[in-house]
């Protein structure tokens, strides 16, 4: 496994990895044209894709053959992850601590830094919740992000290693 900045090559990876977690937000919302076209607040998913890829704010864990393991995609400026999924072929554990790890070497460890993850019950979605949970990451707040009901968690100076 090894991490890489994410090109536009990347995009139908980013794409298809992002279509594995429809399903969870299919517990909240039933139409998802607002989740990846955006609204009068948000850019569509497509546009923010290509912004974090031109920002350089979003970075690929893959394989020895140059499969999607995993995407984390981030903002400096607002010191957010925003985007974070890692592909059920991939060693959860891992493909995410590796991500984080790079994360936070971009982001700004002496400020708060949020993450949204889509509210679910699911297994699956458990894990994510866990890792949070163990990188310091503690429940801040629900709210809504594209239509869909998300949580928002934070990670305060005081939990960063």
Known sequence: MKIRIVTDVDIPQ?????SEHDCYVYESVQDLSEWYDGNENSISFSSYM??????QEAFMSVD???VC???ISFSKKSNNITFFGISRQADFRVTANALFQCAFEFLDTSRPIFINEIISTSEWM???YNLYHE??????G???ENGV???????TPSTHP
Do not use: A, E, H, M
């Open 14 to 18: 980013w794409l298809k990895l992002s």
């Open 50 to 55: 290509k912004s974090k890829i031109l920002q």
């Open 64 to 66: 020895r053959n140059d």
């Open 69 to 71: 393991l995993g995407i």
């Open 126 to 128: 458990n894990l994510y």
């Open 135 to 140: 990188l310091g990451f503690v429940f801040f």
């Open 142 to 144: 629900n709210s809504t």
């Open 149 to 155: 009901p998300v949580r928002t968690l934070v990670k």
